[in-house]
């Protein structure tokens, strides 16, 4: 849609454009008289006379351009208001000045209609006289120029591409008319399922916090479980334990019961017999007595003895150590002694000169 008004709008301007021209082709010499009039002709003004061969024809056509200039004058040609030809001499010669030209191939000098063809004259004697001579060429078929060509194929390859952008534009609404009406289902599903959501989400938070209350009690029922499950083991290893002990107990007591019945047996006989050991033990209690008398009598003597042993063995260990006295100190005059006899006596001296 923006390449088709785009186009539009360039084609709209171009028409506009070319009728417009066309109208200053037609007027520009209105404002060209206005202005000499308000500037004033300059001295020496004539106009000269101008001829076209042919007067009409296409771009291509070749205009033989005759003109009546003074002599010894350069002159200027224009096509409209675009100089074609610059400083043409004219010499001594009493002939028109004839030159060749073209039609510019350009817009909008190349466009249908007259087309006016301006000589412009000076005198090469220094002087300020100008001449003036003007001729119409008609344009009868109208080819376009290098820029019309290029312009041309920009717009059929814009236009191809308007095309192109067209039938994507069109195949991109349906698909936006499809999606439309794929959102709208999509936005009442979502719709749907925002409602669904928020029950699911207050559901959830009911359920998140039931969770959470349910998490703790796990984990403290998991911690007394635990604690639970290694008292019950280890009261399961106990309880095997007391069944073999009570297994054991078992065969015991029922061994302990026979020999029960046995000592039974043996205590009855052992009571008889308890009884007359009893007499006896009063007895030998009686003779405990006499025997313990006699045993405190003996105890006090073995004291005494105890101690005259001991002031005994006093007195032998103080005349042990002053026999080891004696001993040593005999042994020490001894051997002085027998130091003094081995030892040489010195000569005593008899005189004076033996001194």
Same mark, same amino acid.
């Given at each position: 849609?923006?390449?088709?008004?785009?186009?539009?709008?360039?084609?709209?301007?171009?028409?506009?454009?070319?009728?417009?021209?066309?109208?200053?082709?037609?007027?520009?010499?209105?404002?060209?008289?206005?202005?000499?009039?308000?500037?004033?002709?300059?001295?020496?003004?004539?106009?000269?006379?101008?001829?076209?061969?042919?007067?009409?024809?296409?771009?291509?056509?070749?205009?033989?351009?005759?003109?009546?200039?003074?002599?010894?004058?350069?002159?200027?040609?224009?096509?409209?208001?675009?100089?074609?030809?610059?400083?043409?001499?004219?010499?001594?010669?009493?002939?028109?000045?004839?030159?060749?030209?073209?039609?510019?191939?350009?817009?909008?000098?190349?466009?249908?209609?007259?087309?006016?063809?301006?000589?412009?004259?000076?005198?090469?004697?220094?002087?300020?006289?100008?001449?003036?001579?003007?001729?119409?060429?008609?344009?009868?078929?109208?080819?376009?120029?290098?820029?019309?060509?290029?312009?041309?194929?920009?717009?059929?390859?814009?236009?191809? =591409?308007?095309?192109? #952008?067209?039938? !994507? /534009? +069109? *195949? &991109?609404?349906? %698909? @936006?008319?499809? $999606?439309?009406?794929?959102?709208?289902?999509?936005?009442?599903?979502?719709?749907?399922?925002?409602?669904?959501?928020?029950?699911?989400?207050?559901?959830?938070?009911?359920?998140?916090?039931?969770?959470?209350?349910?998490?703790?009690?796990?984990?403290?029922?998991?911690?007394?479980?635990?604690?639970?499950?290694?008292?019950?083991?280890?009261?399961?290893?106990?309880?095997?334990?007391?069944?073999?002990?009570?297994?054991?107990?078992?065969?015991?007591?029922?061994?302990?019961?026979?020999?029960?019945?046995?000592?039974?047996?043996?205590?009855?006989?052992?009571?008889?017999?308890?009884?007359?050991?009893?007499?006896?033990?009063?007895?030998?209690?009686? =003779?405990?007595?006499? #025997?313990?008398? !006699? /045993? +405190? *009598? &003996?105890?006090? %003597? @073995?004291?005494? $003895?105890?101690?005259?042993?001991?002031?005994?063995?006093?007195?032998?260990?103080?005349?042990?150590?002053?026999?080891?006295?004696?001993?040593?100190?005999?042994?020490?005059?001894?051997?002085?002694?027998?130091?003094?006899?081995?030892?040489?006596?010195?000569?005593?001296?008899?005189?004076?000169?033996?001194?």
């Amino acid at each position: 849609m923006v390449w088709r008004n785009l186009l539009y709008n360039l084609f709209q301007k171009q028409k506009v454009g070319e009728n417009v021209m066309k109208l200053l082709r037609k007027l520009w010499l209105i404002p060209l008289v206005s202005l000499l009039l308000t500037l004033g002709i300059p001295k020496g003004y004539c106009e000269i006379g101008v001829n076209l061969y042919p007067s009409k024809g296409t771009i291509f056509t070749d205009i033989l351009l005759e003109a009546y200039v003074p002599i010894n004058s350069r002159n200027n040609i224009f096509w409209d208001d675009v100089v074609i030809a610059l400083d043409v001499p004219r010499g001594q010669e009493n002939f028109p000045l004839t030159l060749n030209i073209k039609c510019p191939n350009q817009h909008p000098y190349s466009d249908l209609g007259n087309h006016t063809i301006t000589v412009e004259s000076f005198y090469w004697d220094g002087s300020d006289k100008v001449a003036y001579g003007y001729a119409t060429f008609e344009i009868v078929e109208y080819f376009p120029c290098d820029e019309w060509l290029v312009l041309n194929a920009t717009y059929h390859d814009l236009l191809a =591409n308007y095309s192109d #952008l067209t039938d !994507d /534009y +069109n *195949s &991109l609404l349906a %698909d @936006y008319n499809a $999606l439309q009406a794929d959102y709208n289902t999509l936005q009442n599903d979502y719709n749907s399922l925002l409602a669904n959501y928020n029950n699911l989400l207050n559901s959830y938070n009911s359920l998140a916090s039931n969770y959470d209350s349910l998490n703790s009690n796990y984990y403290e029922l998991k911690s007394n479980f635990d604690s639970l499950n290694s008292t019950y083991h280890y009261l399961l290893e106990l309880f095997s334990q007391l069944q073999s002990d009570y297994s054991g107990l078992k065969g015991n007591y029922d061994a302990f019961s026979v020999d029960l019945n046995t000592l039974q047996a043996l205590y009855t006989s052992l009571l008889a017999n308890y009884t007359h050991l009893q007499n006896d033990y009063y007895s030998v209690c009686s =003779n405990y007595n006499t #025997l313990e008398v !006699d /045993y +405190n *009598s &003996l105890n006090s %003597d @073995y004291d005494d $003895l105890q101690s005259k042993q001991d002031t005994l063995m006093s007195d032998l260990s103080t005349a042990k150590n002053l026999s080891y006295i004696f001993i040593i100190t005999t042994i020490i005059f001894i051997g002085i002694a027998i130091y003094l006899a081995v030892r040489k006596p010195k000569k005593i001296p008899t005189s004076i000169s033996e001194v």
